[in-house]
């Protein structure tokens, strides 16, 4: 499987980004997909994921400000990121848990992308 991140970037506190992650190459199903990010010195956190069925699941330092979306057709997953915060700056990294044809469940990281939000 790979994973295949766009959308990082700098923006000023108070702006928005949209991350996107697609999955290709995998001959499984993608069960859950999400974002966990990193910031220097920290812990890697998981910020929102979503499972197969659609169900939403959020860190509480992000909810009201951001928006998870998948795409199971595009086997896309999205984060909407509004009104940022310096404290949101991170390496995101994109997550993603196939169902393999054995049933195996196994988990794919991304390379992960920069997101760096100014005061």
């Known amino acids: 499987v790979q994973l295949v991140e766009s959308g990082g970037g700098m923006v000023q506190a108070g702006g928005s980004l949209r991350l996107s992650c697609a999955a290709t190459?995998?001959?499984?199903?993608?069960?859950?997909m999400g974002w966990y990010r990193q910031a220097p010195g920290e812990e890697r956190e998981l910020v929102a994921d979503?499972?197969?069925?659609?169900?939403?699941n959020y860190a509480d330092s992000v909810k009201g400000r951001f928006t998870i979306s998948r795409d199971n057709a595009k086997n896309t997953v999205y984060l909407q990121m509004n009104s940022l915060k310096p404290e949101d700056t991170a390496v995101y990294y994109c997550h993603v848990v196939v169902t393999m044809p054995s049933n195996a469940r196994l988990p794919w990281w991304g390379q992960g992308t920069q997101v760096t939000v100014s005061s």
């Open positions: 190459g995998t001959t499984g199903s993608l069960y859950t």
């Open positions: 979503i499972s197969d069925g659609g169900r939403s």
